[in-house]
T-cell receptor, first 111, second 114 residues
């Protein structure tokens, strides 16, 4: 049963620290999405990649967030420096834009 | 810009009753529409999608949705609710012509009463 995996599942960190979240897309999927979910804003698209190339990162705060795909089996989302307002659940999804498979998410708490 | 509005952030029904979750969309181009479900502490899972074929779309777990262009709606229904249907449901619309991404609604939390 192919699944998107995300690590870590939970992360608590102090303001100003670097946070790295990892995602392993389903093998063979060439499109990867990063979302952020909060109570106030709901589900927001941060960025997405096709064939490892970034297509759109307009939803991402450029000054502190970065997303990369070092290879086809790994996508990363980094926040440096982290702030309390970054506290949220971050989801990775792979597939196609019309059929996305979501990972279980990383719950980030910045204190 | 494309958008969806989900009417009712919380819906509560009795087990065995009809489930109706409402979604209205705004799109300047023919839309593709989706319903996703999120169980507690999990990611979203695709329930069903409308991609300009049949207007009545059947999905997993007994859910279906009907695309009504005149009403700009894509409401989700299930004839008989089950306790396992308790979850959050998200409606989404394709983001414009040549869409490469989705715009999600705010979600509706469905509670099933025994």
């Amino acid at each position: 049963d192919a699944r998107v995996t995300q690590t870590p599942r939970h992360k608590v960190t102090e303001m100003g620290q670097e946070v790295t979240m990892r995602c392993q897309p389903i093998l063979g999927h060439n499109t990867v999405f990063w979302y952020r979910q909060t109570m106030m804003q709901g589900l927001e698209l941060l960025a997405y990649f096709r064939n490892r190339a970034p297509l759109d990162d307009s939803g991402m705060p450029k000054d502190r967030f970065s997303a990369e795909m070092p290879d086809a089996t790994l996508a990363t989302l980094k926040i440096q420096p982290s702030e309390p307002r970054d506290s949220a659940v971050y989801f990775c999804a792979s597939g196609s834009w019309y059929e996305q498979y979501f990972g279980p998410g990383t719950r980030l708490t910045v204190t | 810009a494309q958008s969806v509005t989900q009417l009712g952030s919380h819906v509560s029904v009795s087990e065995g009753a009809l489930v109706l979750l409402r979604c209205n969309y705004s799109s300047s181009v023919p839309p593709y529409l989706f319903w996703y479900v999120q169980y507690p502490n999990q990611g979203l899972q695709l329930l069903l999608k409308y991609t300009s074929a049949a207007t009545l779309v059947k999905g997993i777990n007994g859910f279906e949705a009907e695309f009504k262009k005149s009403e700009t709606s894509f409401h989700l229904t299930k004839p008989s609710a089950h306790m396992s249907d308790a979850a959050e449901y998200f409606c989404a619309v394709s983001d414009g012509q040549g869409a490469q991404k989705l715009v999600f609604g705010q979600g509706t939390r469905l509670t099933i009463n025994p």
